[in-house]
């Protein structure tokens, strides 16, 4: 069975033309796919009753079934999926009072990068996700919705790095940008990454407007290495250099996530360093409290330690933004649903 969400558009015409169909059919199929979120074939009434067999035996819509379905009273709902290879991947629907609807979608089966305050890469990465599993999560979430609600949002910042599988990103953003398609604007899609310079640098040469976010989470390289191993490799000066270069080719403010450790990296001295490193640069910083994870030994500072942080950065002419905790009660911060379900999936050696 092929995952029709794997499927270009051009391969779905080639499948048509080789059996002498027309190739609006393509379009009728998409519509039902993203507009009408059909759930089958069988649903597709305008195709015939010919055609939906043919498809049906060769085409699955969905390559994923739902192991967990988990609603928060603040309108948060999370989904864990079970890929076809029985590997498990969690995303996110977000809802907020200014009538947002945001789908957090996952990348890769954990994540290799090695965060040591996050859940999602405690056990490596498994493998990279296909662009119809990347796909598939955000009809899935559309499918959350009532029929008169739409998703207006996405945000890269499930499980992985999203610019470690771009080849297989893109083209699902892409469909989920046309207006046959989710028609969510570029600019309503955020990447976020633990800033892979090569990756920045391509989505700017790319010029394609969507919202980068980069992952800085400390003002020094000493400290971003301990909190972020992969930053040995990288270093913060090369980072902002990118994301300079993203804001000129594509005129879009870069926004700076920072996760606050209580007595890691949350100190005003490092507010103080983080704004002489971001001064005069068209930066948002957006301040995430921590998220506890079971099994580490990190600490959420108090509201006080936050707005401290967030003033000094203010004071020093940044913009920024705390981020509001959403989902706790059902462990809606990346990778930890899939670690507090029993069942974690076959591992097996990463990919490249
Ligand atoms: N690999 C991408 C996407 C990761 S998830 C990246 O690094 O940006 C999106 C954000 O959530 C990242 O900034 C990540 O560092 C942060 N995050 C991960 N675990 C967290 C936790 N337990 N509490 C708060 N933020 C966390």
Request: aromatic fraction near 6%; charge should be positive; glycine fraction near 6%.
């Amino acid at each position: 069975m092929l995952h029709l969400l794997d499927q270009t558009s051009e391969q779905f015409r080639d499948w048509l033309a080789q059996r002498d169909l027309p190739a609006y059919r393509a379009a009728q199929v998409r519509r039902w796919l993203f507009a009408e979120r059909a759930e089958s074939f069988e649903e597709m009434t305008d195709l015939g009753k010919s055609l939906r067999g043919l498809l049906a035996a060769e085409f699955t819509i969905w390559s994923a079934k739902v192991a967990a379905h988990r609603e928060s009273p603040d309108g948060t709902e999370k989904l864990l999926l079970e890929l076809a290879d029985g590997h498990r991947i969690e995303c996110v629907l977000l809802r907020d009072d200014k009538e947002h609807r945001t789908a957090c979608i996952s990348t890769q089966v954990g994540c290799a990068m090695g965060c040591v305050f996050c859940a999602s890469g405690l056990d490596g990465v498994a493998r990279n996700l296909s662009t119809g599993e990347i796909l598939e999560q955000l009809l899935r979430l559309q499918r959350l919705l009532p029929k008169d609600e739409r998703l207006t949002h996405i945000v890269v910042m499930g499980m992985g790095e999203p610019l470690a599988n771009l080849p297989r990103l893109l083209p699902a953003l892409e469909t989920a940008n046309r207006p046959d398609g989710l028609g969510i604007s570029a600019r309503r899609i955020t990447i976020s990454t633990v800033g892979l310079v090569p990756g920045i640098r391509r989505l700017a040469e790319l010029d394609c407007q969507y919202h980068l976010a980069v992952s800085l989470h400390a003002p020094n390289d000493e400290l971003r290495t301990r909190l972020v191993p992969t930053n040995r490799k990288i270093g913060i000066e090369r980072i902002l250099e990118a994301a300079d270069e993203y804001f000129a080719k594509t005129g879009r403010r870069v926004t700076f996530e920072y996760v606050l450790l209580a007595g890691l990296n949350d100190q005003p001295e490092h507010a103080h360093q983080l704004a002489a490193r971001l001064k005069g640069r068209p930066a948002l910083v957006n301040l995430i409290p921590f998220n506890p994870v079971a099994e580490l030994p990190y600490r959420t500072p108090k509201s006080t330690a936050t707005v401290r942080f967030a003033e000094i950065l203010q004071q020093n002419g940044l913009s920024v933004a705390i981020r509001y905790r959403k989902g706790d009660r059902i462990d809606a911060a990346c990778g930890q649903l899939r670690r507090s379900t029993a069942y974690s999936g076959p591992t097996r050696a990463p990919e490249t």
